[in-house]
């Protein structure tokens, strides 16, 4: 059978951090192990180019940059145009992050291919009413939905959802297998840590709001930020007024063999997210699934997609947010029997593997490619 041409359009790939972008590439990188020809539009994102050069190089599928500009109406201008003749030469169409969902459907007017959006959280969620409808009508053209979370699902109205399935977010079972542990590079007992953008959304700020209860049951708890710095000056101020600043460091982006070998050295991954003003919320979680795969349990916030990266009591605990003596609890439980939920995390993130995960991917390919 002639291998199907298979074009992902994101808004965020890696080298540089963030979900939407993992997700992308172990996305492309397991379909085309299953023998689809893949190719990617992703938008540059920093002015270092050299870096995403040195990184796309290495791959064995084809990786288009959207050019950095200071003007961004050029980069879209650029984006739609590469998406159109991309859209000519493609089977079927993946289009995952807000921006890749108006641009497909902006596309689908001119070219006819079918498109499946993969839809994470913040997309339909968003507070301001003409972005909230301008995505519901992108969905609307697409041929199919898949949601990372049961959470987002219900994000949708209700006619859409009937087109949709949840696929969870995945991992390679290999992410975590060589890092050495060395628990003497982080300091602290417990110690806490969070990878994430140092922002609202990844609740940073709300696990440091709660240090100083937690610091009474436990006085050498140290709680370690690692992601991009975007919020951490006003965090680091709130840390010093609070009188706990001493109990945080941020560590900035690591390098992955880094990150691996900070997570191995943690006790807890803590993640309490919430939804902003603007309706930017947490999917899922890939970071979650990451600790998890080296045996670490993870505390995440109720309310939002994590409750479907967590399995209450066995993972770790899910918590409401601003409630400091519930974490307490929390944190309390995993120290308590740490060895059933270290080992419970990481079978739990085994049965997400890509290799099953790209299955269920597969399956909604196939079913397009044989539909009327």
Not at 320 to 343: F, Q
Request: hydrophobic content about 40%; overall charge negative.
């Amino acid at each position: 059978m002639k291998p199907k041409h298979i074009l992902i359009i994101t808004s965020e790939f890696p080298p540089l951090p963030g979900g939407i972008g993992t997700h992308a590439y172990q996305l492309s990188k397991y379909l085309s192990l299953k023998g689809y020809i893949i190719r990617v539009i992703a938008d540059q994102r920093s002015w270092h180019v050299m870096e995403e050069q040195e990184f796309d190089a290495q791959l064995a599928f084809e990786v288009i940059r959207v050019p950095l500009r200071k003007l961004r109406g050029i980069m879209y201008v650029q984006r739609l145009q590469l998406l159109l003749q991309s859209m000519s030469w493609a089977d079927v169409v993946l289009a995952s992050g807000k921006f890749s969902l108006w641009s497909v459907a902006l596309g689908s007017k001119f070219v006819k291919c079918p498109a499946v959006a993969v839809v994470h959280g913040t997309e339909v969620n968003f507070r301001n009413s003409f972005l909230r409808t301008s995505i519901q009508k992108s969905l609307d053209q697409m041929a199919y939905i898949i949601a990372v979370s049961n959470f987002t699902k219900g994000l949708l109205p209700e006619y859409l959802q009937q087109r949709t399935s949840v696929v969870p977010n995945g991992i390679e079972a290999s992410w975590g297998g060589d890092v050495l542990g060395n628990s003497e590079i982080l300091k602290g007992s417990p110690k806490l840590i969070t990878v994430g953008h140092v922002s609202e959304r990844k609740g940073q700020l709300q696990v440091i709001k709660a240090l100083p209860r937690l610091l009474k049951r436990y006085p050498e708890l140290h709680y370690h930020c690692v992601g991009l710095a975007t919020e951490q000056a006003s965090f680091q101020r709130e840390a010093e007024a609070l009188g706990v600043g001493e109990h945080v460091s941020f560590h900035g982006r690591l390098s992955e063999k880094a990150l691996k070998s900070f997570l191995k050295a943690s006790d807890v991954f803590v993640m309490l997210s919430g939804i902003t003003e603007s309706g930017d919320v947490e999917g899922f979680g890939i970071a979650i699934l990451e600790a998890n795969i080296l045996g670490i349990p993870a505390i995440g916030s109720e309310g939002c997609g994590i409750s479907d990266a967590i399995v209450q009591g066995q993972t770790g605990e899910l918590v409401p947010l601003g409630d400091a003596e519930t974490l307490l609890e929390a944190l309390e439980c995993i120290l308590e029997a740490y060895p059933r939920y270290s080992n419970s995390a990481k079978l739990w993130a085994l049965e997400h593997e890509w290799e099953v995960i790209v299955e269920r991917y597969v399956e909604v390919i196939e079913d397009l490619s044989v539909s009327p």
